[in-house]
């Protein structure tokens, strides 16, 4: 009997031999078919079934309206911590002439010197203090920009974190980076990244593992833990890389830095290595609200800024002059109850506090269940990878890291009918989920429900159902609203005793980005979390 038609038998084991045959017969001309025609390269078009979770909801509220804000008198930074100076300002700073770009890269690239050997946070360091980056003008000038090494540069070497890869020397540059070189900003670098954006553990086979500069046994998180690292200890202004699960927000909740995950579809993609179609968007990672805000404004689409007739940046500006956010803040209790470090539990609930002394209504409310999303993420995003990798697995499969191969691997045995189910169960919860707004503006959670672990750590337990692998724990709250393409912001607040850092997870409706900086402004602006720093790895331990 033929291989496919002893598949279906075993899947089907009443299923006679004369049916089994032709049936896989039918598919076997099937895949001849599909294996001959169209394109099959990593950046071809994606598939036309693609995930809208605008249109997956039940009820779509109106914006909220974020009110105006008074005008505190503009004041000059302290230009001894330039690495840490908003993006923004910092461009201000140099098309006033207060800096040179000559000045910036030599801070930067001092940063880098110190840090990098410790955190190998960089593939490739592109920031020379030799080098000559132009005169141009734009809204980033001056700005040293890190990329995740899955976003395309022209013609310097773009590697997935694979060494399947090391030598791809892409001819564009990504639609995102094109933009924000166009307005000025510098490539710092490429930076690392667990292989081919799968993971986030921040561990990588190829290029070794990422390390969090606050503590540099732990995990900086993944994929994009260079990103988060980098960031974090000044090595860049903000960087720029894919969520497939959690991705951006993880590094950014392990490394007390502030992370945006859009809604599903506002950025573009094109020119990025892709790690799935549906679940995947671009992130971005910066030290403050501010600074996030003013890079998002550059590669959101149009529609949050007209649904609420502002940019993420000026909603932040007028959350950090607020005294007041009047907004309705939920708490999911049945996320909660799968388990929490103590010491996220702590600075969560201080969160929580915090935005009840803002004037925000904090109430309880019950979400779909997070571990009944989790397959379905899985069964879609794990097909998703598989197909896209489909040429790789087959003609390079023992070049893959170990870990990516299983779950590569995975993803070809999920069945068409699965792939389907699960996309109808995604527009089952995106349903659900979407009553809430009904009720709450916001949705607040920790963004993991443990802090960094040891580099290498495979399993972490918090007491829920059966959950351990490192994996699956770091996204519990992360990958559910990739499943359903809701923009989500990771802020700090807080640390633990051991002084690791915690984020807060903002989520909200789809394209309301201002919305989610706006509270996240009002909230830092009243903390002090967004103020500290990792001390030098030639001192143990931060400050």
Partial sequence: ???????????????????????????????????????????????????????????????????????????????????????????????????????????????????????????????????????????????????????????????????????????????????????????????????????????NDHYGSMRNPWDLARTAGGAAGGAGAAVAAGLVSSAVGTDPGGSIRVPAAHCGIVGLKPTFGVMDRSGVVPLTWTTETMGVLAQTISGTASIADMLLDGRARQRYGMSCQEASARGSARDRIDLRIGVPTNWLEMGLDDGVQRAYLQALTELASLGATVHEVVLPDAAAIAPVHRAIAFSEASSIHEELIRDRATEYGQDIRQRQEAGRGVMASEYLKAARLRGFFARQFSEVWKDVDVIVTPTTPVPAAPVDTLSISTGSRGEEAAHTVYTRYAAPLNTLGLPALSVPCGFTKEGLPVGLQLCGPPHSEPMLFYVGAAYESKTPWHLRHPNHPVTPGGK
Avoid at 100 to 111: L, M, N, P
Wanted: proline share 8%.
């Fill in 1 to 203: 009997m033929k291989p496919r038609a002893e598949l279906l038998q075993w899947l089907n084991p009443n299923l006679d031999y004369v049916t089994a045959e032709g049936a896989g017969d039918l598919m076997d001309a099937v895949a001849a078919s599909l294996q001959g025609h169209g394109p099959t390269n990593l950046f071809d078009d994606p598939p036309p079934l693609i995930f809208d979770p605008v249109k997956a909801s039940a009820y779509r509220p109106d914006p909220v309206e974020l009110p105006g804000s008074r005008t505190d008198e503009a004041r000059e930074p302290d230009l001894d911590g330039l690495p840490w100076i908003p993006g923004h300002v910092l461009a201000d700073l140099t098309a006033r002439g207060v800096l040179t770009r000559s000045e910036v890269i030599k801070a930067f690239s001092y940063q880098i010197d110190t840090w990098d050997s410790s955190l190998n946070a960089f593939i490739r360091v592109t920031l020379d203090p030799q080098t000559d980056f132009g005169d141009s003008g734009g809204l980033l000038k001056g700005i040293p920009i890190g990329l995740q090494d899955m976003v395309c540069t022209s013609g310097i070497p773009t590697t997935a974190g694979s060494s399947i890869l090391r030598d791809f020397v892409p001819d564009r540059d990504a639609a995102a980076w094109k933009r924000l070189k166009g307005e000025g900003a510098m490539l710092a670098g490429k930076l690392n990244t667990q292989e081919f954006a799968a993971g986030t553990t921040g561990t």
